[in-house]
């Protein structure tokens, strides 16, 4: 059985980081497409970050520069490092992957994806 888990989120002041992390178990990455994606209060979730099998990323306009997404392939795990956070940054964060290997081309679309954590909340405080 394939999971995701997040860890890493919590509360920051704004202008502070965190480092956010997602240990998949039962899922060896082969080339699959991974991402991160943010669900705040009342808004409909949106991806972050996304990776595709062969390094390709791409950002949300809003967080790049500030977001670096990371793949360790020793430990099969997926980080996001979110530096300078804004009040707008905060929400529930997702790390989702594909089921299928040799994902070539940067899959922003949630439906594309199989696999999903549970989250991890980010707050950001004045």
């Known amino acids: 059985q394939v999971q995701l888990v997040e860890s890493g989120g919590g509360s920051v002041q704004a202008g502070g980081s965190l480092r956010l992390s997602c240990v998949t178990a039962?899922?060896?990455?082969?080339?699959?497409?991974m991402g991160w994606f943010r669900q705040a209060p009342g808004k409909e979730r949106e991806a972050v970050a996304a990776?595709?099998?062969?390094?390709?990323?791409r950002y949300l306009d809003s967080v790049a520069g500030r977001f670096t997404m990371s793949f360790d392939n020793a430990k099969d795990s997926l980080y996001l490092r979110m530096n300078s956070l804004k009040f707008e940054d905060a929400a529930m964060y997702y790390c989702?992957?594909?089921?299928?290997?040799?994902?070539?081309?940067?899959?922003?679309?949630?439906?594309?994806?199989?696999?999903w954590g549970q989250g991890t909340q980010v707050t950001v405080s004045s």
């Open positions: 990776i595709d099998g062969y390094g390709t990323s």
């Open positions: 039962g899922y060896t990455r082969s080339r699959n497409c």
């Open positions: 989702a992957a594909t089921s299928f290997p040799y994902c070539s081309g940067i899959r922003w679309s949630m439906s594309t994806y199989q696999y």
